[in-house]
Every structure is written in C-alpha cells, then in structure tokens.
C-alpha cells in the first residue's frame, strides 16, 4: 500500500543501517589509541570481501545490493540508483566501495560508568592498579569479537606488513629467518620467476588454465628456515598479536602495525574471566550469513535515504524465505528532516555480542589473508 513514511520508520532505518555498519560491534580505536589483537577469521576465510556505499547525509553505510540485484536475490540497489543519478551534483553518495572484513579478538576491558548528565558512559579500563573503576570494584567487560572493514589501502599496508615484517620470521622455530627459495605456479607448480611475487603472475606452462579463472593467482613460495630448514613457515596473521595503533582522524588517519608475542591464540583465560561474553566460545564472525553484512531491503534503503524507491511500487513477489519486515511496503517519504546520525566515528560504546558457531581456530596453517 502507498503511504506516507512513518518518522519512526526513517529512525529504524537509520538505526538499523548504523546496526548493520558496526556501530556495535565494530573494532574501533580513537585517535592515540592502540591495542594488541588477534585477527581470528584470517585462515577461516577473511577477509570477508564485500562492498558498500557511504552516505555523507546520515552518516550510514549500506551494504550494496547490485550483486546480490544481478542474481535475482534483490530488487535493486537504490544507493547504485540515488549514485548514479546525482553523479555531478553532489557528493552524497559514491559509487559502492569494495571493502574487507576481518574478525578481531579485542581483549581490552572496559566499564560502564555513570555519568550525571548522559547517563552510562563507557569507559575504557587501564587493565593494572591506576584503574579507578576497578578500584571501586566496579563490573567489567571485554571488548571480544569485533568486526574490522577496511579500505583497498589499509588492507594493502596490513598484508605489506604480514609479508614484510611479520612473515620474515619463522613460525616453527624461534625467531629464525625465512628466506624464500623459488616461486611455483600455484596450478601446475612450474617454476616462476615473478618480477614482484605479490603481484598476480602469468604461468607459461599452464596458461590456458590460469587464463579460465577470474583472477590470476599469485605466485606460491617455497621457503626454507636458517634455523629449521624446510619446515620453517612464515609468521602470518593467524599466529600471532599484533599491536595496532592509530594516529589522527578521518583522511589525516594514520594506522601503524607491529609483531606481538608470536603464540597461537588461547582464547581459555578470557573465556574463564569473561564466561557470559563467550558463551559460544571466541569464534570468527560467520560474515556471509550474518545479517550484518547484508543488504538492506530496497525499501528500507530509500528510506534511509530518504528518497522514493525505484525499485517499488508493486509489492514484490515473495520469492524464497527473505522474511524481512517491510520489504513489501511502497514507500514515498515525505519532507521530513531526519536527524543526521551522529557521527559514527567517535564512540563505540556497546557490549560486544555473542557471536555464531562456526570452526574455531587454529593450527598454525599460513594463511596469507589474501588466498
Ligand atoms: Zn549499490
Ligand atoms: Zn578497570
Ligand atoms: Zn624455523
Ligand atoms: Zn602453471
């Protein structure tokens, strides 16, 4: 039925959009902020490659549907369509950016304090004796799972730093060096001589079948240990702390890496301290079933847009079992001004919540985030 979108729909949609980019569960540091995590989905799958619109009005990403549109799953992406009509004039909305998913085990701890006028407020604890909060024997929690997106150039500089610094040391023995002995065609194990070995390569031996898939493979390494020989393998994501530590805002950001302990990740004495936060145990988010990283209903994203759907009118035919909430519904906004949501950069005050089953880490297999 047409109808006048109601003023709580647009605040759902704004809610439910800041829900869906993080504004919960999103890895977050502020700005002189560091922290020592663990990337737990990097062997499981991460990242998670996805892409996603940024709207400068409200502040939301949305998940971007074109994909899902051109596979008969969707009706339509109205962020491709609100972009593509409004290319020239206005900055709002861009064209989708292809971002990276990656699932961080946080274990700085935190309390809820209140504040006089606004209430709970978090606050981050020091995690030794200069903690007031603990002082005063008050409650606190774990950051936990987290989810991360980042952009084409941080997961560049994050896979640089894996490839270059973490991943000179041997993982088997103690600090060994590793050196690389030749290159081999990930397909036929011919061997290469890549100018780059992070750059995809070409193999002359098995063209024809590099050629049949959509990306060119990289170059696999053989390396070997000064220390342990053939068994050396490379220090990767997977298998050990990585201290990451941020330094300004926005386009003047700046992320800086460095190697933590290198230790395969016991979750046991966070699980035994925190047993509400990880009731399911710690586990990687599960991003392709998580309604997260899905993209709203076109509906829901006019909304938030505040434009009309393109794709409405006719209710759409209930195909499978998408149950979402309004997916039906035509819906034509009215003029009225919503509330910019706040900007999602500053505080990250939730709880963590508790994750979905899905295969825990974690031998030291080396997955480089990138296979
Ligand atoms: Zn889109
Ligand atoms: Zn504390
Ligand atoms: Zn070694
Ligand atoms: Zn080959």
């Not at 647009?10 to 809610?15: C, G």
């Not at 502020?30 to 020592?36: I, K, L, N, R, V």
């Not at 997106?149 to 610094?165: G, K, S, Y």
Request: hydrophobic residues 25%; charged residues 40%; aromatic residues 8%.
């Amino acid at each position: 039925m047409a109808g006048s979108l109601q003023w709580d729909e647009v605040e759902k949609s704004v809610k439910e959009s800041k829900r869906r980019s993080g504004g919960a569960n999103r890895f977050y540091l502020s700005d002189g902020e560091s922290a020592e995590i663990r990337l737990i989905g990097v062997g499981h799958g991460e990242p998670h490659i996805y892409k996603r619109h940024y709207d400068a009005k409200t502040g939301a990403y949305l998940v971007c549907a074109e994909d899902k549109a051109k596979e008969g799953e969707h009706e339509g992406c109205v962020a491709c369509a609100v972009a593509k009509g409004l290319r020239g004039k206005t900055a709002r909305l861009k064209s989708p950016q292809r971002v990276y998913g990656l699932s961080v085990f946080d274990p700085r701890k935190y309390h809820y304090v209140e504040k006089k006028p606004k209430g709970e407020q978090y606050q981050t604890c020091t995690d030794d004796e200069s903690c007031r909060y603990c002082n005063r024997d008050m409650e606190r929690k774990i950051n936990g799972v987290r989810h991360w997106t980042l952009a084409d150039n941080l997961i560049m500089q994050l896979r640089m730093f894996e490839h270059d610094t973490l991943g000179k040391k041997c993982a088997k023995c103690d600090n060994g060096k590793i050196k690389v002995l030749r290159y081999q065609c990930p397909v036929c194990e011919e061997e290469l001589e890549p100018d780059d070995p992070t750059e995809d390569v070409r193999c002359i031996s098995c063209e024809k079948e590099l050629k049949k898939k959509p990306v060119l493979r990289r170059a696999k390494e053989i390396v070997s240990c000064r220390n342990c020989g053939p068994k050396g393998r490379r220090v990767t994501l997977a298998n050990a702390w990585i201290e990451v530590s941020r330094s300004g805002q926005r386009a003047q950001t700046t992320w800086n890496f460095n190697v933590g302990d290198v230790e395969p990740f016991n979750p046991d004495p966070f699980i035994k301290e925190f047993p509400d936060a990880f009731k399911g145990g710690v586990e990687p988010i599960d991003f392709a079933n998580h309604p997260d990283f899905e993209p709203l209903s076109a509906a829901q994203m006019a909304a938030l847009l505040d434009v009309d759907n393109p794709f409405g009118g006719k209710s759409r035919k209930k195909s499978d079992d998408d149950d979402d909430e309004d997916d039906d519904e035509d819906i034509k906004p009215r003029g009225k001004k919503k509330r910019a949501a706040d900007d999602d950069d500053d505080d990250d005050d939730d709880p963590p919540a508790k994750k979905k089953k899905k295969p825990a880490d974690d031998d030291d297999d080396d997955d480089n985030i990138f296979d």
